[in-house]
């Protein structure tokens, strides 16, 4: 699997986007970009993926720019149960996929 | 629509003392499973999973094993729990190439 960067942290205010951005320089062409969030002591809950084309669901929208090489997460108005850790992760697809899920990027909803 | 269960949600255990984690799914069949561990302030870490009835594959080596003794039951065992096992205990499920999704854990405490 491709790796990713991502922040360690970000802050954002209650009722504004937050914008979470992830690095994914390796990606190759069959990848895939996932994204996932945990609120604390919870298991990781999916949230949206994408292969080239932007998305959206009724949680998040995720954008992905034309080489494909980062992407960014936006959730349109945050909420103070957004706060969570989100992890950006790349796979390909088809049969077993390993995923590897690294420190994610801490997101603090602020009132 | 499909739901992951694992149990015990809270676990302390001795040291030298065997282990047991269940995890079972439900609204699907054939899933491949997976057993990760998280450690505190750290990311996921894969350490076994299942395409099939009894097909196990380990990703790291360690204290620990796992069986899929039922389609949809993913067990992982010791039987001697070190302090270093202590962590967050993650099984999740995802159809052939499809998205992982997980189950809400198990605190795994060794003292």
């Known amino acids: 699997d491709a790796k990713t960067t991502q922040p360690t942290s970000m802050d954002c205010a209650e009722g504004r986007a937050a914008n979470l951005p992830c690095n994914h320089s390796t990606i190759s062409g069959n990848e895939y970009v996932y994204w996932y969030r945990q609120i604390h002591s919870q298991g990781p809950q999916y949230i949206i993926h994408g292969l080239k084309n932007n998305e959206t669901n009724e949680m998040a929208s995720l954008i992905i720019t034309e080489d494909r090489k980062s992407s960014t997460l936006i959730l349109p108005h945050a909420t103070l149960r957004d706060t969570a850790v989100y992890y950006c992760?790349?796979?390909?697809?088809?049969?077993?996929?390993?995923?590897?899920f690294g420190i994610g990027t801490k997101l603090q909803v602020i009132p | 629509s499909q739901t992951i269960h694992q149990w015990p949600a809270t676990l302390v255990q001795p040291v030298g003392s065997p282990l047991s984690l269940e995890c079972t799914v439900e609204?699907?069949?054939?899933?491949?499973l997976y057993w990760y561990r998280q450690a505190a302030g750290r990311g996921l870490q894969l350490l076994f999973y299942s395409v099939g009835i009894g097909q196990i594959s380990s990703e790291v080596p360690q204290n620990l094993s796992a069986s899929r003794p039922q389609d949809r039951q993913f067990i992982l065992s010791s039987k001697k729990l070190l302090l270093s096992d202590s962590g967050f205990y993650l099984c999740?499920?995802?159809?052939?190439?499809?998205?992982?999704?997980f189950g809400p854990g198990t605190r795994l405490l060794v003292l």
């Open positions: 609204g699907t069949s054939n899933p491949n």
């Open positions: 999740a499920w995802s159809s052939t190439g499809g998205t992982q999704y």
């Open positions: 992760i790349v796979r390909g697809v088809g049969g077993y996929q390993k995923v590897t």
